[in-house]
């Protein structure tokens, strides 16, 4: 999973689909999360937000683990907290269109 910060971030979601993880290393559901969202099948990437707290604040991430889901540098929607594999399969595909 590619790690982002500040010099790379808003280039990585200028494209898309990208999926990113707002985490903390101290965040006990943000490591059970990780592997969920390995599996599926979009590009991932995560962001520390003790590490990049202007990011986190810029997207209004109150809570983590929040997993945001951009394309074209715009928002398609997001997913705060742990959930299933299958929770995040369905809302990709309600979320993006076909062949994405």
């Known amino acids: 999973m590619t790690e982002l910060d500040a010099t ?3 280039d990585a979601i200028a494209g ?3 999926l990113v993880d707002f985490w903390a290393p101290w965040c006990r559901p943000c490591k059970a999360l990780e592997p ?4 599926l099948p979009v590009a991932v990437a995560r962001l520390n937000i003790d590490d990049e707290p202007g990011i986190a604040s810029r997207y209004d991430v109150l809570s983590i683990p929040t997993v945001i889901l951009f ?3 715009e928002v398609r929607g997001s997913v ?4 299933p594999r299958a929770h995040f399969e369905q809302w990709l595909a ?3 269109p076909a062949g994405e």
């Open 8 to 10: 790379t971030f808003d």
């Open 16 to 18: 898309g689909p990208l």
């Open 36 to 39: 969920i969202l390995e599996e």
């Open 71 to 73: 394309e074209s540098g």
């Open 80 to 83: 705060v907290g742990v959930r």
């Open 94 to 96: 309600e979320v993006l």
